[in-house]
């Protein structure tokens, strides 16, 4: 079993503040971590590795040498081996683009470590938000794919997933090689272990760039190949508070809120 | 690809009984401003199975024409039969912007379709425009777990395609159902749909937690205290016929399951009154609700941020105003 | 001079300080408040390679350096002391003795266990009649030639609920006193052996801290740890490393109280201000933090001696005494300038100050941290 998983080195958006006078986001000592849902892909190929040993976890990412960091933390947790894509040319790559610059990555990654049985991503990386990269990898490399996965289970040469639904899980059987991607099961996912992390410490990540792609069209990466342009980003104009309630007793707060809702027929 | 029309596109999800979801109803109303705008017809894609009540309803909620693909292979909702289905209708007609709602399904869907027909998707869209200068469309959505919001254009590919947050439009009121209705025979091999789904398991509590279509949201956060503090929660929700919801912070100490998580890493709602409990309204938590038509927050700490967004906010203990508030409405349901 | 963790140690610090804030600080109140051992968190922490941070790897071990432990210990006891001496008694109390003295059977047998977590250590010395005058041990182990036989009781004995191995001391010869006193290792399921009452207790309450009672227990005669009747020494040196991590838990917690009073006070507003504004909250504050890193470098200071196979046994002591007294003083002053809220347990003050109050007692009252240090100093 041979499993690629994809992560994103993020800020810590619950550490994010807003500056009250120039209203921009302050990111200087905002800490960088691993993209809560990349863990959670992390920890389900894991929980795959812990009942199949010989299976092999690889973790590749694609931004600045600072997200070795965040493989780093990665083999400390439960991968094997690390790669890092980057370069110049993709900077400013909107999500179509990232991920042809991931698929065109994972084929040269599979050169080196084997053809991947499986592709797990987070659902959605916490800056951005967009929940497209895992499906565009797949469809880049025409692979199936489930989305919303929980858990992962290896059944031959099928892949079963739990997938959270609006009306509770799914389990999904996908044809490997394929992609899912996870989003927050009800278990934490792993803590690094000591030993790992003196590994990951030591361990040499090889950082691939264009010239190591060698059927990339870069005409499809970075900013010039991203069809989506950012035209404007500002910060949310904060509502202003409504009706403050503070009456003698909490009963009497309770009562002149049910009249003030019942005036204005919201209940 | 070109765009062979100016025609906007909603993709209108469906039920497995064949009626509409809400939100792509709900994407009908800005689809026909910005379609006025952008000088085309506004177009409904319904795909399912048996699919007549979607019809209807985007006929009746301001299509003025529904595309219908409807086969077996469509009742439950798959990746490759969906993106086959609506690639083929896209080369097809040539549409030049696309809605869909960003549901579950809408953001599995979205982006392979986008990626199989090589244009932008932008994700999770909270307000939508018609950009002056340059005619394309205007997709606004936050970022960075609802610190920043974006506005993103998509200038040189069509059709320019977003997926929306369920709840943040309202639908209009039914009209007379007068679209036209196209009909499309797009049939899936078996062999091309490349999952397959084995079971589902509902709810644990046999409880659908239907958050994104509720019009009524109790939710408890840290201040709730324990897995036991959601009684009076539930009272009041049940007092309402509302749905129950829940901070990450309770979620993550276990009190209550994920999938009444409300907020950045769960479910992104527009209920017409949501009711925040002991919920001290971090960002992430805002940047799932604050498109709620009416929120009170309920907590003892006058210095929550919560107060700051909420229309109606009580300063007090939850575990003695609940109760109260609890016997008022049923008093008044009786 | 060097007053920096290196790279490694930070890390394994970094790492733990993440695990403390998810899984250690949550629960603290609620082990203080209904006297529940963590024994998760043991679990938890043995996963990562916590619970024998500085034993050999070929041994269980993770294989860092003494320095880091402590610096483990100090990170534990800013989110939950409980959980700080679980570990300090565990790994200072059972694991060292063991891998000091034991020999390589034992160490296969236990140590490679106990580093790696899987089991949970213990140590008794301590008894009714036998507290700071530790020589007055009335718990005795008689030879019966291919085994021993213990008779007594401990008294006081961290982790003891849970713990799967315990070293004990007994008097093998009564009428050396001192001399007569040797070491075993007995295991939980030793025949004659049992974990009695706990103990109720003002701080550090989610600690196992019960009785051990002996009656005929049978101990195998290679469980002997150490020589015959060198087990007061076995104690003694065992006691004083146990001391720097004790130290340490005093440390984090007085860390903690600091931390957590700054934090109030900058939002607490009093006569129109924010009470960090006045200047008598300023100074307090700026009087205990400088308190608590003086304690901080003779506490580091010892545990680097230790490191480097340094005469230690004073260092440790002038650490443990200044630490824990610098606990004791700075969580009472805490509570103080936080007021009528801190008094109350929705906020963690007075487990603060209640825990802090332990560090003074075990491993050695700092009257006998005071001896210790006298006698290094030929005050005679």
Redesign the interface.
Known sequence: MNMLVCVKQV?D??E?K?DPVKNT?IREGVPSIVN??DGYALEAAARIKDKDPSAKIVVLSMGPEQAKAALKECL?IAADKAYLVSDRAFGGS???AT?YIISETIKKVEELEGKFDVIFCGKQA???????????I???LNY?????GLEAEVDGDVI?V?K????????????MP?VVTF??P?W?P??????R??AA?RAEIPTLTAADLPTIDLTHAGLKG???????????Q?????????EE???D???K??Q???D?S?? | MEAKTKDLWVFVETNEDGTAKNVGIELLTPGKMMAGKQGGALVAVVIGSNVDAAVKAASEHGADKVIVVDGPEYAHYT??AYTIALCTLVEKYGPTSMLIGA??NG??L???V???L???????CTALDV?EESGNV?WT?????????????????RPQIGTVRPGVFKKSDAGEAKAEIIKEDIHVDAADI??????????ADGE???L?GAE?IVSGGRGVGGPEGFEPVKALADA?GATVGASRAAVDAGWI???HQVG??GKTVGP??YIACGISG???HVAGM?GSD???A?NKD?EAPI???????????LF???P??TE??KK?RA | MNFHFT??EQ??LD?LH??CV?EVAPIAAEIDETERFPEETWH?LA????MG?AYP?EYGG?G?SYVNYIGVCEELAKHCATTSVMVSAHSSLCCWPIAEYGTEEQKQKYLTKLASGEWLGAFGLTEPGAGTDAAMQKTVAEDKGDHWVLNGSKIFITNAGFANVFVVFAMTDKSLGTKGISAFIVEKDFPGFKVGAHEKKMGIRGSSTCELVFEDCIVPKENLLGELNKGFKVAMTTLDGGRIGIGAQALGIAQAAIDDTVKYTKERVQFGKRISQFQNTQFQLADMQAKVDAARLLIYRAAQAKQDHEPYSHLAAMGKLYASEAASDVTRRCLQLVGGYGYTREYPFERYMRDAKITEIYEGTSEVQRMVISGWMGVK
């Open positions: 800020p958006t619950t994010i807003i986001l809560p849902f400390a909107d999500t179509l991920s916490i800056d951005g938000d967009t929940a497209q990269v895992g499906p565009e797949a469809e880049h199936p794919q489930v989305t919303y079963k739990k959270e639904v609006e009306e509770g899980v799914e389990v999904i059987a996908a044809k394929a989003t927050k009800a934490d792993r803590y690094p272990t000591i030993k992390k003196m410490n991203s069809p989506t342009k950012v035209k404007k980003t500002f910060v949310p904060k509502k202003t508070g409504g009706v403050k309630i503070k007793t909490a009963e707060s309770a009562k809120l049910f003030l809702l019942s204005a919201i209940i | 990746t490759d549901t579950n953001r599995d979205g982006p392979r986008s990626c199989r090589h244009t932008g998707l932008t994700a999770d950009d205007a959505r936050p970022a960075f777990g609802g610190n920043l919001m974006a506005t993103i254009l998509c200038p040189d590919h490349r999952t397959q789904v084995l079971e589902l398991i509902k709810e659908n937690v239907d994104e009524i309402l399951a994920h999938a950045q890493t017409k009154l971090a960002i992430q604050s009416c929120i009170v309920i006058p107060f700051d967004i909420a229309d109606y906010g009580v300063v007090g203990n003695e105003v609940l109260v508030l008022e409405v008044a | 790279p490694d890390d394994v790492m993440d695990f998810k938890k996963e990562m390679g916590m941070v790897e993770a860092l």
